[in-house]
Each structure stands twice: as structure tokens, then as C-alpha cells.
């Protein structure tokens, strides 16, 4: 997978107050992502993230977005801002 693949966007985690820019997959469906954003945040954070009911909303609205559609059917594009609850 190439980064044609793939979307450049802002995550913002309020549980450690951090931002980071992350390329997320176009193919995954949202559920998938935010178990692969919870895992690499918990490593990242040296475990301090450990949220096992995670949430992806858009940054600026806060509205949620629907666990079983794909990146691609969101309206989420290079830039984007998220955040993950």
C-alpha cells in the first residue's frame, strides 16, 4: 500500500492532550481504525492510553463518525482533523 492509498490527518487524543499526524488507510472501515489508532497511541504514550472504548469523531464538530463506513466514505481528506475519545 502506497500512499495513494492513504489520507494525511491531524488526530488529536484529549485523554493526553496530543496531536498526531497520522496516514490512515482509504480501505479500512472506521472500527478498524480506531483499533489500530488506540494500540499505536497506547505505544506511543508508553501505555498512559489505554481507552478500550475509542471513538473517532471529527475535530471541529465533534460528531461522530459511523464505526461501519470505510475512510474513503467519510469525509475525511488530507488534513482533516480527528479525534480520538
Do not use: Q, W
Not at 471529527?58 to 479525534?83: A, H, P, Q, V
Request: hydrophobic share 40%; charged share 30%.
Amino acid at each position: 500500500m502506497d500512499t495513494m492509498d492513504k489520507v494525511l490527518v491531524d488526530l488529536y487524543v484529549p485523554a493526553l492532550n496530543e496531536h498526531y499526524d497520522v496516514y490512515l488507510p482509504l480501505s479500512r472501515k472506521i472500527y478498524e481504525v480506531e483499533e489500530l489508532l488506540a494500540e499505536m497511541i497506547k505505544e506511543l504514550s508508553y501505555e498512559r492510553y489505554d481507552n478500550p472504548n475509542n471513538v473517532l469523531c471529527y475535530f471541529d464538530s465533534g460528531k461522530i463518525i459511523d464505526s461501519n463506513l470505510r475512510i474513503i466514505e467519510c469525509d475525511i481528506s488530507i488534513g482533516t482533523r480527528l479525534m480520538l475519545l
